[in-house]
């Protein structure tokens, strides 16, 4: 069974331009989860899908967002990047949520911003 | 913000030698789950134990858990070169779908 796959692996943008990043969940998961990984900040949740719909949100502003698609595909978008938004982008798939079992991690999307 | 607090934040330690760490939380929770992270990789799930476990075993990993006083252990046993990553201990809350908080970490250094 494939992993779970995130895509751009690296990516280098400035400030003011937006930022598109792409997971593909382990077939058959139907919860996919974003973390924002920084040195100062450590591992931080940011929102978290199932069936299409986002249960639960982290404390971000509203230039974070995200979407899932019918395939269980998720994509998240920050606009009007800013120079802290620098990270390591992590998504992660369950079977179902959290609270029955464990998360699967992509290898995540590094951003940059310049 | 984060759930928890790890201690020590860092360990060296050389191979064959046990590997343990703590972990404090702030809330109730559902589950108690330790990753392992190599380098700026992805997270990699170790064991997962429930609140109404105090204990569970999984190849050269003991976990426990105390919901009295929030907090949990990881022992690694007889570590190797490869055991050398960040360890992140990450709970389910009850009140929360499909999030988990996690620790500062623990950043283990096992020398040959």
């Known amino acids: 069974k494939a992993g779970v796959t995130q895509t751009p692996r690296y990516l280098i943008k400035t400030r003011g331009q937006q930022v598109t990043l792409s997971c593909s969940p382990i077939?058959?998961?139907?919860?996919v989860s974003w973390y924002q990984q920084t040195p100062g900040q450590g591992l931080q949740f940011l929102f978290e899908?199932?069936?299409?719909?986002?249960?639960n949100k982290g404390n971000f502003p509203g230039r974070f967002s995200g979407r899932q698609f019918s395939n269980s595909r998720s994509e998240m978008n920050v606009s009007t990047l800013e120079l802290g938004d620098s990270a390591l982008y992590l998504c992660?798939?369950?079977?179902?949520?959290?609270?029955?079992?464990?998360?699967?991690f992509g290898e995540g999307s590094r951003l940059t911003v310049l | 913000s984060q759930q928890g607090e790890e201690d020590p934040q860092a360990l060296s330690i050389q191979e064959g030698e046990n590997a343990t760490m703590n972990c404090s939380y702030k809330?109730?929770?559902?589950?108690l789950q330790w990753y392992r992270q190599n380098s700026g990789r992805g997270l990699v799930h170790l064991i997962l134990i429930r609140s109404n476990e105090r204990e569970k075993h999984s190849g050269r990993l003991r976990v426990t858990l105390d919901t009295s006083k929030k907090s949990s252990s990881l022992l690694i046993t007889a570590s190797r070169a490869a055991d050398t990553a960040s360890y992140f201990c990450a709970t389910a809350p009850r009140d929360s779908w499909g999030k988990l908080q996690f620790g500062a970490g623990t950043q283990v250094v096992v020398t040959p």
């Open positions: 899908y199932f069936s299409e719909t986002q249960r």
């Open positions: 077939s058959g998961h139907r919860s």
């Open positions: 809330t109730s929770i559902n589950n």
């Open positions: 992660a798939s369950s079977l179902y949520d959290t609270n029955t079992g464990e998360l699967f």
